[in-house]
Nanobody, 119 residues
Framework: QVQLVESGGGLVQAGGSLRLSCAASGRTFSSYAMGWYRQAPGKQRELVAIITNSGNINYADSVKGRFTISRDNANNTVVLQMNSLKPEDTAVYYC?????????????WGQGTQVTVSS
């Protein structure tokens, strides 16, 4: 079982920055792929960025060059640095931990943190 707690959301003007953190419980954090997802009102949840247990990173096209994901396995944290924020980045942001031990997928979500970007 993994528990995820996000922090760092808030209200920011367009062009500003926010730093989201996700603290994870458990002793096997380094084995999980960690991701940030977001869900805007009336829209489906979408992937923002993911970092695998081996350090491979992928970003949604909409955030490439503006957002940076990183992880600290020693402290069980994953961070999403968001720069040059746009109003369309407004959403609830969720931390995700995912690991497959065949045939079982272990998939955990945080409670979400609101990010609001004003124009």
């Amino acid at each position: 079982q993994v528990q995820l707690v996000e922090s760092g959301g808030g209200l920011v003007q367009a062009g500003g920055s926010l730093r989201l953190s996700c603290a994870a419980s458990g002793r096997t954090f380094s084995s999980y792929a960690m991701g940030w997802y977001r869900q805007a009102p009336g829209k489906q949840r979408e992937l923002v960025a993911i970092i695998t247990n081996s350090g491979n990173i992928n970003y949604a096209d909409s955030v490439k060059g503006r957002f940076t994901i990183s992880r600290d396995n020693a402290n069980n944290t994953v961070v999403l640095q968001m720069n040059s924020l746009k109003p369309e980045d407004t959403a609830v942001y969720y931390c995700n931990a995912r690991r497959t031990i065949a045939p079982t997928l272990f998939n955990y979500w945080g409670q979400g943190t609101q990010v609001t970007v004003s124009s």
